[in-house]
């Protein structure tokens, strides 16, 4: 059977964009920025986004693009007769479905948020009532299980209708409109009362709030940052890679995905930052930011719920573009172990994933009696750090090593597939640094991940 193929090659970098602009991005890099500094934080993610995030994307994009094949068979394609980097394929389906059986809960989250505040039910709300809400909609599994089908559903019925048809025009349109908000909201904050020192916090590197954050964390929390938000090392890349020509570099494309992806991230922050100075509220809040700060800070401000509406808008269209390219990796995949078609393999996986991201919801409410935790935490912070701690990294590192070592598919074939085209190209001078350097700063980030949840 012939491989399907991307449309555009604009459709290609929307959907790579999509599955790296997530949560991640709109979330929790502005939460994260606060916690660790402000500018000095986003100076650091920027320069390890270009050291760490680049290469190892152009890595993935090559597999994908030289063997046309899903990741779980990829390596088959490509590895020397006799090696097992194969199995590492199976890995890479594992991941997407431990990514997805939290993400769907999140997705819901938004939808929810998105509802209640475009149908007036927060108008009027006190502080306190809007705490509540978040608080009730966990403890109310009814509520998520709603949501979760829902994203699911969303999620099988744009991937199993075709990739051009489907999931390459639907994703054009939603990350259009969610780029067009993020410039609407950022606009907007810039006018509020608060918005010079909001964005003097977070923009401009102050190295001695940085001591005071502690030097190590900041470069830690950075280096960490740009490494999670792409999305790297679960074949979700990968997958797309399989689908373009070679009209173009990969190195080249990868820097595109990275700039926007990055200009989400940052514009989210211009959203966020002014506000919580204008309101006086605390921009290193964490979590709660989304679901309790923010809403507080719409019913106080004139046209809040429209505002409102147009921001848990973004935050939905921002998860669902995740949501649809790894379920497009994931329909991908079954298709090729099976050999069944698009439709049947989205009809299976319409039922797996909706039974595998059921402990996520119940873990807040049937599943939450006293004592009942996962190492501390959570079923979804448990699953979180599995994807985030373990199989991003891993995953990560496994492609390296597989494109730059002559046990694996090597460092001239991997150069070859990326420089083919016009555009930026892998130079030989870069060997060293990728074959020798970046291996090392993955484990040290798989390690302090490793530390930071068990030893800390």
Known sequence: ?????????????????????????????PYIAGQSGGGAFVLFYFIFLAILGLPVMCMEFAVGRASKKSPIKAYQVLEKKGTKWHVHGYFTLIGCYLLMMFYTTVAGWMLHYFYLTAAGKLDGADSQAIAATFSDMLAQPEIMIFWMILVVLMGIVVCTRGLQNSLERITKIMMIALLLIMVILAGNSFFMSGAKEGLQFYLLPDFERMKEVGIVTTLTNAMNQAFFTLSLGIGAMAIFGSYIDKKHTLLGESVRVVLLDTFVA?????????????YHVDQTAGPSLIFITLPNIFASMPLGRLWGSLFFLFMSFAALSTVFAVFENIICCGMELTNCSRKKSGIVNFVLIIILSLPCVLGYN???????????????????????????????????????????????????????????????????????????????????????????
């Open 1 to 29: 059977m012939e491989r399907e193929k991307l449309k555009t090659r604009l459709g290609f970098i929307l959907l790579s964009a999509g599955c790296a602009i997530g949560i991640g991005n709109v979330w929790k890099f």
């Open 266 to 278: 940052i514009t989210a922050g211009l959203i966020i930052f002014p506000a919580c100075f204008t």
């Open 366 to 456: 049937i599943l939450s009696w006293d004592g009942f935790k996962i190492f501390g935490g959570t079923v979804l912070d448990f699953e979180d750090f599995l994807v985030s701690n373990l199989f991003l990294p891993l995953g990560s590192l496994v492609y390296l090593l597989f494109c730059v070592t002559r046990y694996g598919w090597g460092w001239e074939n991997f150069k070859q597939e990326a420089n083919t085209g016009n555009g930026i190209k892998i130079k030989n001078w870069m060997k060293g640094y990728i074959k020798y350097v970046l291996p090392v700063i993955i484990l040290f980030i798989f390690i302090f991940g490793i530390y930071d949840k068990f030893l800390k």
